[in-house]
């Protein structure tokens, strides 16, 4: 990794309420994905710096190179921070600090003791925690949450990944697989979902599943807005370019993407009706199309309202530094000594 990562970072980032830190403490959250990795520094009330990287092609070692980079940057920036979190896109064993799989990321992470080989590397203690748990950890304190004790975070992208929070706190488990809502099973005998299931919300709602689902309508020239947009190239399509031409009230676009919302609907309103949940809060990189997936996804919850009660559907508010942003409040949360100001970040080991 060529330079300090600060050369890409954003200061001045308006102030968000911090979790009962001292003044000269700070975190350092890292928010790992298949080709970017995304961190912010978080002290005294603020989000003082964030930016990003690539995620090095080449394999563990060098995307364990590049972090620890970013953790020994942001020492050399502020000597006081704290502790690190890490937020990974895959089956994490928190307890241990290790990935148990990860699936998108270079190299092989099959009960690889992440958390322990930067803690080595960089010399501070290293919190690790699924990536779509630390964007629920962000939302709850500090974004769209943040007036809901009980709730589902619901995060779009290539894949489909999810958070609880019962009583203002998103559980997380030692097996890390509380609230992955992607693999709940809501159209049985449907499509072969990478986990090994059929009908997997993730064959349906993710930005992959919708490009896959839209593409006929390319290869068969069935949209002036989609071939005008892709140039006649199905190769080209992607869930921003389908959220565009969605924005001009392309059908097959629109039909997509309402469908998702329908199929996300139907597992949240499962676990609203089994948890008692008042909300649902939509992120991640198809939030540009929040407003032709979340009317579907509100129409399934107000059906079950007689069993659910109201449920509020709701944008995510902090964008893509959410991971690395929650990544930093989990570090926050564990790292520092516990007391009755602590702040909402649960466990639930199981």
């Not at 003082?48 to 090095?56: E, H, L, V």
């Not at 002036?224 to 059908?251: M, Y």
């Not at 995510?316 to 100001?341: K, R």
Request: glycine share 14%; net charge neutral; charged share 15%.
């Amino acid at each position: 990794m060529s330079g300090p990562p600060s050369a890409s970072c954003r200061a001045g980032l308006p102030a968000v309420r911090m979790p009962a830190v001292g003044a000269t403490q700070s975190y350092l959250g890292i928010d790992v994905g298949g080709t970017g990795i995304k961190w912010s520094v978080l002290a005294a009330g603020r989000v003082i710096q964030s930016g990003s990287a690539a995620t090095p092609r080449t394999g563990r070692q060098d995307v364990i190179d590049a972090i620890v980079s970013i953790v020994r940057a942001a020492q050399a920036g502020r000597p006081s921070i704290s502790g690190v979190g890490l937020a990974l896109p895959g089956v994490i064993d928190t307890v241990q600090a290790r990935s148990v799989f990860i699936p998108n990321v270079p190299g092989d992470w099959s009960d690889y003791p992440v958390g322990r080989e930067i803690e080595a590397q960089a010399g501070i203690p290293v919190t690790v925690l699924n990536d779509a748990r630390a964007f629920g950890v962000a939302e709850l304190m500090l974004g769209a949450g943040r007036q809901d004790s009980r709730a589902l975070f619901v995060t779009l992208g290539t894949g489909v990944g999810g958070a609880i929070a019962l009583d203002g706190r998103i559980l997380i488990g030692q097996r890390d697989t509380l609230g992955e809502i992607g693999h709940f099973l809501v159209a049985p005998g449907g499509e072969l979902c990478g986990c090994g299931g059929r009908g997997c919300l993730e064959t349906i709602a993710s930005g992959s599943a919708i490009v896959a689902y839209v593409t006929r309508a390319v290869i068969m020239s069935l949209s002036p807005v989609l071939n005008r947009l892709c140039g006649g190239h199905p190769e080209l399509l992607t869930a921003r370019l389908i959220a565009e031409a969605a924005d001009e009230n392309d059908p097959w676009c629109r039909d997509a993407l309402a469908r998702a919302g329908h199929y996300i609907g139907v597992a949240a309103s499962s676990l609203c009706m089994a948890l008692q949940l008042h909300a649902v809060v939509i992120g991640g990189g198809l939030v540009g199309a929040y407003e032709h997936i979340a009317p579907a996804t509100q129409e399934v919850l107000l059906e079950r309202e007689a069993l659910t009660g109201r449920v509020r559907v709701r944008r995510a508010d902090l964008g893509p530094a959410a991971g690395s942003i929650g990544a930093g409040l989990q570090a926050a949360a564990q790292l520092q000594p516990q007391d009755a100001a602590s702040p909402p970040i649960g466990r639930k080991d199981s």
